[in-house]
């Protein structure tokens, strides 16, 4: 399977909020990447992006779509074709997780992302170290448990 552009699956994701109406800022953005890659790990067991997240202080982030979107680079709409190339399980699974995990805050989800035994908290080292990737047999394991099992 192939594994897509963050960038891509950002925008896909911005784009599927604003039509939604789901209020999202950046950091809210990433928590919701960090929610649909985990998903697609977990019942999948394949990557959803070529990028890995990273600990980041508010949470897991994609460092490439965070300076892509901050530099206006991530529009809506301009997914190149991620809706298109994306199995339609993985997509309809995506659109799921957007909606269960868009109706909470930026800050909510930055605080879940943040719970002890978490990806984060692991690879952060309960949050000393910042900038490390998440490894992702843990966020595969985490949504199992903690996503799929509720």
Not at 98 to 118: M, P, T
Request: with cysteine.
């Amino acid at each position: 399977m192939t594994e897509f552009d963050s960038k891509d699956v950002m925008a896909y994701i911005l784009t599927k909020c604003e039509d939604d109406n789901v209020f999202v800022n950046l950091t809210k953005l990433e928590k919701l990447l960090y929610c649909c890659y985990g998903a697609i790990l977990a019942k999948f067991g394949q990557r959803l992006t070529k990028e890995h997240p990273e600990a980041w202080p508010y949470g897991p982030v994609f460092p490439q779509t965070f300076i892509a979107f901050r530099s206006g680079l991530i529009k809506s709409g301009s997914d190149n074709g991620f809706s298109a190339k994306c199995p339609p399980e993985w997509l309809s699974l995506i659109n799921e997780v957007i909606h269960v995990f868009g109706q909470y805050k930026a800050g909510q989800l930055s605080a879940w992302s943040h719970q002890e035994g978490s990806p984060w908290f692991k690879a952060s080292r309960g949050g000393s170290i910042m900038q490390v990737p998440l490894d992702d047999f843990a966020v595969m394991q985490y949504f199992k448990d903690h996503v799929f099992e509720n």
